[in-house]
């Protein structure tokens, strides 16, 4: 199984972004999260949906500001990142696992490469 992402980039505080992500390679029913990583910090989780997508769940620290869909086919799923602030700049990373989404890193399959997150103030 493949993942990829897109969409990162460079915005000023209150920008935003959207990320993509596709998993490709292996069934269709994979749950899926959003993971970040700031340098000298370890990987926290950010939001995660279920493989059908009737279910969402978002970390506290971006409620209200952030959002993961799914596509209604197949494993793609988006991060709409809204009032960014500095304290999210990171690398984003895009998880696949079998069964329910999780919020632990270690219970993750298949992992894309990161893409970089850069808010300025």
């Known amino acids: 199984v493949q993942v990829a992402e897109s969409g990162g980039g460079s915005v000023q505080a209150g920008g935003s972004l959207r990320l993509s992500c596709g998993a490709s390679?292996?069934?269709?029913?994979?749950?899926m999260a959003w993971f970040r990583q700031a340098p000298g910090k370890e990987r926290e989780f950010v939001a995660g949906?279920?493989?059908?997508?009737?279910?969402?769940e978002s970390a506290d620290s971006v409620k209200g500001r952030f959002r993961i869909s799914r596509a209604d086919a197949g494993n793609t799923v988006y991060l709409q990142m809204t009032n960014l602030k500095p304290e999210d700049t990171a690398v984003y990373y895009c998880?696949?696992?079998?069964?329910?989404?999780?919020?632990?890193?270690?219970?993750?399959?298949?992992w894309g490469q990161g893409t970089q997150v850069s808010v300025s103030s």
């Open positions: 390679g292996g069934h269709t029913g994979y749950a």
């Open positions: 998880a696949a696992r079998t069964g329910y989404f999780s919020r632990s890193p270690s219970d993750y399959e298949y």
């Open positions: 949906i279920t493989w059908a997508g009737y279910r969402t």
